[in-house]
């Protein structure tokens, strides 16, 4: 044993270099592995930085014209060189609040039958179709949202909907089938299989136990269910936020069924515009500097609403998660 | 775990690595090889893009030794581009304004390639005769002044139609483009009342409305709301069988819009055309002119710094404004009146590459 020198003795894999700081196993692979992993989430954080500094450099122009006056302002006039962000912002949030108002409670129904109700040979092939509405590309829903939904709304959903409502203001002014109601419920379509996807993975991950113990209390099914969706009620918000996220950033489906009118109606027949839309159609013929910073600025405010969006709802969900401590995360 | 397995997993990181540094590398290498084709690119306005791009393959198919790469990026671009010198020639619908010259880092020509025309389409299921319109009804449409089809300013116009009593539903272009930059010219010219309260421009805040994308989103939504009217540039009406409206001209006779009507307005206005070809060209005199027309522009520097590649942009333009005209009519664009034409031709002679010519 003392013939040993304690400097011979060798441990697998003690290196004292670069590979012992990078793994604590010493493994060349892993310490490789892990750097490489490091480079390319720095390279994703480095994106993001560089993008809003790019989009805050770009808007520079306009920021120092126009100032906060810019968020208030409902003028939109290239040729006065007058720029507003609100019609925008109210739009894009509008929008996107119509899509949520429809599109959740039919992503849980889709999910919640998918999970506890179908047949496993009904669940995979509806499953399935319903994945497939999220590979369409954007400007077939657009394409289709003007020749088949808008004229489908303007004959059959609206007219009897402003015979009933027609006292509210959401629902007065012309019939077009074009507007902000088309432009939401474009939206709904869209983001219901990202939603109903995430859900259904979510409910699926709640325990069976946990349906079983409710079954044995003597719970109806109804009951059982409810059980599981409280259950899954962290992964269920991120879901929501998943879709929300979609919503606010789409831009050719909603450009071609909104109207594209900068201005803040009560009325949800009449037309609007969101912030992507207003980027997407503007941008090419952007000819003075000016008017190309103040679009590059809407492009920063949109990326702040994502932003803020985002963060109130991830507060949201931590609190659920802490007084449920459900199973599912945030996405 | 095996020394195989180890080195294989090695293997698959070090491959991973590699190619995301040839991700990396791999970015757009810089153009203007002086061996090889000589490679030239443009890019601009949308309007003109079909046939630029007949044009780029049908000049190829004669000089294969130049490959000429045009993106539509609409006209904004095309000036923002050969302002900042990144493109080798830009494209623009309306002519550039005075101040965006200025501020150019040398002196730019104005080449007109082709005319376009803007035309007035609607939809009402009960008319059955062609649509006729005094400028005025056009301007009051969309100021929203008019807001009924049977308003009698309308019916003044169109004896014997049979005009609905709704509600007229406008639509406008929702992005920015050289159609609607024509069409607010014109209202400018004709409504002293547009002219101060909207203005001309590409993208202008309209009074009334809603904004379609694109040609294709006015028609979708003009075709599909009834009671609408729109507007669409001449070629995309005819080969979409839109119903068009006749437009009364400066000198009183409805003029419907063809190829013809078009380059009459050119040929008609040809005598007040200034020095640089920047022109408007609305709302211009004759009897048998469509009035809401307009040219299109390729932008080129005067100096040009490379004699080679110069040099074939020049012959390319002459080219494309003598044997190029051929493939005009047939993507229904007007072609240019043979006096433009002859000053196109000394706009291109004067244009040199270190003090000598090109041309």
């Given at each position: 044993m003392s013939a040993t020198s304690p400097d011979k003795i060798v441990i697998p894999g003690?290196?004292?270099d670069w590979r012992r700081v990078l793994s604590p196993t010493g493994n060349t692979g892993d310490a490789i592995f892990r750097g490489l992993m490091f480079l390319v989430g720095l390279l994703m954080v480095s994106v993001v930085i560089a993008m809003v500094i790019a989009l805050a450099s770009d808007s520079m122009m306009s920021i120092r014209q126009f100032g906060f006056g810019f968020l208030k302002s409902r003028h939109w006039n290239p040729i006065k060189g007058e720029f507003g962000a609100l019609p925008f912002i109210y739009g894009t949030i509008v929008s996107s609040l119509i899509a949520l108002l429809i599109s959740v409670p039919f992503s849980l129904g889709i999910a919640v039958f998918l999970v506890e109700q179908a047949p496993h040979y009904v669940a995979r092939p509806i499953g399935f179709l319903v994945e497939l509405l999220a590979a369409i590309p954007s400007v077939v829903y657009g394409v289709w949202g003007i020749f088949v939904l808008a004229p489908f709304l303007r004959v059959y959903i609206e007219p009897p909907i402003a015979t009933v409502?027609?006292?509210?203001?959401?629902?007065?002014?012309?019939?077009?089938?074009?507007?902000l109601l088309t432009g939401g419920i474009i939206l709904a379509i869209m983001i219901t299989p990202i939603i109903s996807a995430v859900v259904r993975d979510v409910l699926a991950a709640v325990p069976g136990s946990q349906r079983e113990a409710a079954l044995a209390l003597g719970a109806t099914k109804w009951e059982m269910i409810r059980v599981v969706l409280v259950n899954g009620a962290p992964g269920i918000a991120g879901a929501v936020i998943l879709g929300l996220g979609r919503a606010l950033g789409e831009t050719m489906a909603v450009t071609m069924v909104i109207g594209n009118r900068p201005e803040i109606s009560l009325s949800l027949f009449a037309p609007s515009y969101t912030i992507a839309s207003a980027i997407a159609n503007e941008f090419t013929e952007a000819t003075t500097d000016l008017y190309l910073s103040a679009l590059v600025e809407l492009g920063l405010i949109l990326f702040l609403v994502t932003f803020v969006v985002n963060g109130i709802a991830r507060v949201l969900v931590w609190n659920v998660t802490r007084k449920t401590g459900g199973v599912g995360r945030a996405a | 775990m095996s020394v195989w397995n180890r080195s294989l997993r090695i293997v698959t990181s070090l491959a991973v690595f590699v190619a995301l540094l040839l991700s990396v590398a791999c970015s757009p290498k810089g153009s203007g090889?002086?061996?090889g084709p000589i490679q030239l690119s443009g890019t601009g306005a949308t309007f003109p893009n079909p046939l630029y791009q007949k044009w780029v393959s049908e000049y190829g198919k004669l000089h294969s030794n130049i490959k000429i790469d045009y993106q539509s990026q609409g006209s904004g671009a095309g000036i923002k581009q050969i302002k900042e010198q990144t493109v080798d020639f830009g494209a623009s619908d309306a002519p550039m304004k005075d101040e965006d010259l200025k501020s150019a880092p040398g002196e730019l020509l104005h080449i007109p390639t082709v005319l376009g025309a803007v035309v007035i389409t609607y939809n009402l299921a009960a008319v059955t005769q062609q649509l006729q319109f005094s400028p005025e009804v056009i301007a009051d449409i969309y100021l929203g002044?008019?807001?009924?089809?049977?308003?009698p300013k309308i019916a003044a116009d169109n004896s014997g139609a049979k005009l609905p009593a709704s509600d007229i539903t406008v639509v406008h272009r929702s992005e920015g483009s050289g159609t609607s930059a024509v069409f607010t010219d014109y209202l400018s010219k004709i409504s002293p009342e547009w002219k101060e309260k909207v203005g001309a421009g590409p993208s202008p805040s309209w009074p009334v409305g809603i904004g379609g994308k694109g040609n294709e989103g006015v028609t979708g939504q003009v075709k599909n709301t009834p009671n609408t009217i729109g507007y669409v540039e001449l070629a995309y009406a005819v080969q979409n069988k839109l119903p068009v409206a006749l437009v009364k001209n400066s000198s009183g006779s409805f003029v419907e819009p063809s190829i013809d009507s078009v380059t009459a307005a050119a040929a008609a206005d040809a005598g007040n055309t200034p020095d640089d070809l920047r022109v408007s060209i609305t709302n211009?005199?004759?009897?048998?002119?469509?009035?809401?027309s307009s040219y299109t522009y390729i932008l080129i520097y005067?100096?040009?710094?490379d004699a080679t590649k110069g040099k074939a942009l020049v012959d390319f333009l002459w080219w494309g404004i003598h044997d190029g005209q051929s493939f005009a009519k047939p993507l229904l664009y007007a072609t240019l009146p043979a006096d433009i034409v002859k000053r196109a031709e000394a706009k291109l002679d004067s244009i040199t590459a270190a003090g000598v010519k090109l041309h």
């Open positions: 003690k290196h004292s409502l027609g006292w509210l203001p959401l629902f007065q002014g012309t019939i077009t089938g074009i507007g | 090889t002086n061996s002044k008019i807001k009924k089809w049977n308003d211009a005199p004759g009897a048998n002119v469509y009035p809401i005067k100096n040009q710094k």
